[in-house]
């Protein structure tokens, strides 16, 4: 199954930049030409131009990454998103690693990791959240290697480790708490287990300090800043649903730890669950039924999966049972973090999966051995396999429209116009329209249209235009595209969105995308073509 998903990223290589990476290449591409420089530019990325240093939030080590490769093989997508092939590898060989460590199937836990939707598809984008998965596990898997062999190489890889994971993604400063708990476990190893944890903190302070020379403000001090905090029901809500079916692979449901949780308290609490999440969606949410049904799945799931570590945390507390209150740290630091981030994304709770994993599989030797050739547990692996395809297609056919509206639409409409090109939305939209000649207009302002000018709005990537452009003879046309796949993983219609739930112009603005991937048929994007012919008269409002 690692030899079909390598296939599959492949295969997937040639797809559309999408969602974020936009952010993380005009980041590389300062850096080709800049590399003391890294963040000395401006973009106006949340509708107005501001300092990337301000606004762009992903640190440095993974954009320095691209900007190698891109300069030696092409800023294509294609060499771009092989260029992350490396650390999804990576994840799957160190996941096998800690997993035989734990006493658990190598085999088993690295194909659990891989048919995560998650996984799969985080694993096929230029962004570093996979980059900074890979780094995670590599130092929990030297971590383990050291405590059990004592050997240099180990402990060299942990500390090396340990050190680039928050350098990758920020929210790799989960890394902290789990070495410092092994210190705090392990008499023996302490001071080598104390140096790793501090590599991490030491390349966040260093980092901070060489950024305030540079910037004014450190970077990861802006981009806490830019996320805020956010305690609200939204994100409590949409991290039940992002665990359920966009973190968690069906095959976990399986796996039932008796010792922990009863048999009758596990039969409660999934219908409970189930019931008043189903309930809530169709009532308080809007949700259609279908919609429904999917977030009664990932709540029940989720709520399941929240409660066994709950009750695994106390038993470890009460038993003394570092390996066990380990990975619920792991699980607890993760789901931590995201409360205190702006929106939910699969992308955000992935890290807590290879814990997840650890803690669900069965460590006997007869039940793994059970486990392994299971027929169920081979049928729900297959079925993960085939769902985490069909939400990669769907996103890759989703992440190709702006590119083919920008190709099909905007190109041969600006041949015609001679005027100026602007347009409206980010994500991978705002990468083809500004290869396009295109420049993006402050979402706040009135956007004033002379003779020849072209602007393109995106309907579903944020920001948008606060007023439609004015200026005489004005002329709006609009493009609608679906996709060929049922799942969808940007869809107002379904409330569904696996980066984020802050999504724009949904049919019910009151009802929140929470769900991670969802069914329909309608349309997954609308684009707005604004146009004033050449030579035409206008006066521009007072």
């Not at 096998?96 to 048919?115: D, F, I, N, Y």
């Not at 679906?482 to 569904?496: E, K, L, Q, S």
Request: hydrophobic share 55%; proline share 6%.
């Amino acid at each position: 199954m690692v030899i079909v998903w390598v296939v599959a990223a492949i295969g997937f290589s040639g797809t559309a930049f999408r969602i974020d990476e936009p952010n993380i290449l005009a980041i590389a591409r300062q850096m080709a030409v800049n590399p003391a420089d890294p963040y000395g530019f401006s973009i106006n990325w949340l509708g107005h131009l501001e300092p990337a240093s301000k606004i762009l939030a992903n640190p440095p080590v993974v954009p320095y990454w691209l900007a190698l490769w891109g300069s030696a093989f092409g800023w294509r997508e294609v060499p771009l998103h092989l260029a992350m092939l490396p650390f999804g590898i990576v994840t799957l060989f160190a996941m096998g690693s800690l997993a035989r460590r734990w006493g658990v199937s190598p085999a088993l836990a690295a194909v659990l990791l891989l048919v995560s939707p998650g996984f799969f598809v985080g694993s096929q984008v230029v962004m570093p959240d996979v980059a900074m998965l890979s780094m995670l596990v590599l130092t929990m898997a030297a971590a383990m290697k050291w405590l059990d062999d004592g050997t240099k190489t180990a402990l060299v890889t942990m500390i090396a480790a340990s050190a680039l994971t928050p350098m990758m993604k920020y929210n790799g400063v989960i890394v902290v708490p789990l070495l410092a708990l092994l210190a705090i476990a392990h008499r023996r190893r302490r001071a080598s287990f104390a140096i790793a944890g501090l590599a991490p903190v030491a390349m966040l302070v260093g980092w901070a300090v060489l950024s305030k020379a540079m910037y004014g403000q450190s970077h990861f001090g802006a981009s806490a800043q830019l996320q805020q905090t956010n305690l609200g029901g939204d994100i409590i809500t949409g991290a039940f649903a992002v665990i359920g079916l966009g973190v968690l692979p069906l095959p976990l449901a399986l796996f039932r730890r008796a010792d922990a949780v009863r048999r009758s308290w596990d039969a409660g609490l999934s219908s409970a669950v189930a019931l008043m999440s189903f309930v809530a969606a169709l009532t308080l949410l809007g949700y259609p039924v279908i919609s429904a049904l999917l977030f009664a799945l990932a709540c029940t799931i989720a709520a399941r999966f929240l409660l066994f570590s709950l009750v695994s945390g106390v038993n470890a507390i009460a038993g003394r049972d570092w390996r066990k209150a380990l990975l619920v740290t792991w699980i607890g630091a993760t789901i931590a973090l995201q409360t205190r981030l702006l929106f939910t994304s699969v992308r955000y709770l992935l890290p807590l999966l290879p814990a997840a994993i650890l803690l669900l599989l069965p460590r006997s030797s007869l039940a793994l051995k059970i486990a392994e050739r299971s027929r169920t547990v081979f049928a729900a692996l297959a079925t993960s396999l085939l769902l985490a395809f069909l939400i990669a297609l769907a996103d890759a056919q989703t992440a190709n429209i702006p590119r083919a509206y920008v190709r099909d639409v905007v190109g041969p409409a600006a041949a015609r116009s001679h005027g100026r090109l602007l347009f409206a939305g980010h994500w991978g939209f705002q990468w083809y329209m500004e290869r396009a000649g295109g420049v993006a207009v402050d979402a706040g302002e009135r956007t004033v249209l002379r003779s020849g000018d072209l602007l393109a709005v995106a309907h579903t990537p944020f920001p948008q235009l606060d007023r439609a452009p004015l200026g005489d003879n004005v002329v709006a046309s609009s493009t609608s595209y679906t996709i060929g796949v049922p799942v969808h993983t940007i869809d107002c219609w379904a409330n569904a969105s696996f980066y984020s739930n802050a999504i724009g112009r949904c049919r019910r603005p009151d009802s929140v995308a929470y769900l991670p991937w969802g069914i329909s048929s309608e349309p997954v994007e609308k684009f707005d073509l604004y146009s004033v012919a050449v030579g035409s008269s206008r006066q521009p409002p007072q």
